[in-house]
């Protein structure tokens, strides 16, 4: 096996992810989701952590167990900003740098009966939220909006209505390994061992974070995550697979067990 430093390893470069990558001691590049698919995809990555969806939609990879981040209710950094209704809006903007998060958002709409069109997010063309227009956000920016616009906007936040309707949690990200890594094994014990520590060392965490305050990121990583990837949680993943096949976004796999 590959030592820590000689692999190549990505991660997403939101806020959730650093409890299970802060100290890890070979180099790490970080990035987008979307990206992050395309260098594992392409072979320029070996491991990474990136969107469940991924492994949903290609589950050709090797899923590390027992680690991922999700949330078992309001998860704070995935929502719909919107002015009115939510059965006014006509179109929504979206933030395509995460599958899971805009799939999530299709599938809750589609469930809730909304037909709203989602178009993605330029930066050439700002347009205010307005009751005919939302805006879908997802990570460290949507955190940043959210903080500069929560008393004048409303919040459909998904992982809330996820759990509301499925009564399961939802699960974002996940580890993946590429199927031609020799002894796979061991790479995933050393990630679990990054997160356990981690996660006793959490105030050691909260306080190497320098874009959100201390009392944020305590919050966040103790009310709105969790990074077990349990019973529950695979359950919440493969209704999430049930819903994307429902909705037409992924077609039937027989073969996949979670």
Sequence with gaps: MSSPGL?????VKYLNARPLIHGWPGEVVFDH????????A??????????????LRNPTYVLVDDICVASHGPVHSVFLAHAGELSE??????????????????CLL???????????????????????????????????????????????????EWQKATQLPFVYALWLIRP????????????RACRDNNLRELDVVIAAQTEFTPQF??????????????????????MFRKLCEKHGILAPDPTLVL
Excluded: H
């Design 217 to 238: 990121c305590a919050f966040y990583f103790r009310e709105c995550l969790t990074y077990r990837f349990g019973p529950k949680e695979r359950e919440g993943l493969s």
């Design 33 to 40: 989701p979307t990206k992050l698919c395309e260098q594992l």
């Design 42 to 55: 392409e072979g320029r990555l070996e491991v990474a952590f990136v969107s469940s969806f991924e492994f």
């Design 89 to 106: 809006i006509e179109e929504i903007e979206v933030d395509p740098a995460s599958q899971t998060s805009v799939n999530l958002l299709r």
């Design 7 to 11: 692999l190549r390893i990505g991660c």
């Design 110 to 160: 589609a469930e809730a009966g909304l037909t709203p069109r989602l178009v993605a997010r330029t930066r050439l063309i700002q347009r205010a939220v307005t009751p005919r227009l939302a805006k879908f956000y997802i990570g460290d920016q949507a955190i940043r909006f959210r903080e500069r616009s929560a008393t004048a906007l409303r919040f459909w936040d998904l992982g809330e």
């Design 180 to 191: 031609e890594v020799a002894s796979p094994k061991p790479i995933a014990d050393m990630l």
